[in-house]
């Protein structure tokens, strides 16, 4: 079995300035950061998955535009001790391709965590509610594709494998 999941994965220097930013916000939250050549946003959760799916997987037509995904808001939720950061708005681009996959998932008959998509890249767990968070980096994630992705099992956290691409038009 795999554990699997589709992303968003953001550029070196985007993940660099996110990360320094909750180093700094962990001051607040306490927690662990997420780190650096980990942090993604999920579009959606497969979990443990056969083996004998992954060339299907790797098949699969996801349609989606090119574009910019705002990092304006940085919020902690208190049902799952996260610090997370996102849009404050989700662009209907990101909208459309949370949709498009999900519906090509269903299609082939895949099995997939069904919450409701929210767009958000996780910084820190197993925090606690801080007073304050840092001001967020003025920073840039260009959407170019999404990602299919394996996650292992890697000390206290995950390690993050790149398993295929799907590119944006």
Known sequence: MRRLFFALWP???TAAALHRWATEAQGASGGRVTRVGTIHLTLAFLGDTG???LPLLKAL???GEKHLLPIDQARYWKQSNIVWVGPEET???LKVLAENLQA???ENAFAFDKRPFAAHATLIRNARAPERLPP???TRWPV?????VESVPAGKGRDYTV???YALT
């Open 11 to 13: 550029p070196r220097e």
């Open 51 to 53: 083996e004998g799916v």
């Open 61 to 63: 037509k996801v349609k």
């Open 91 to 93: 662009p209907i681009q």
């Open 104 to 106: 090509v998932l269903k």
């Open 136 to 138: 967020l980096p003025r």
């Open 144 to 148: 170019e594709e999404c990602v299919l």
């Open 163 to 165: 398993l295929a691409r």
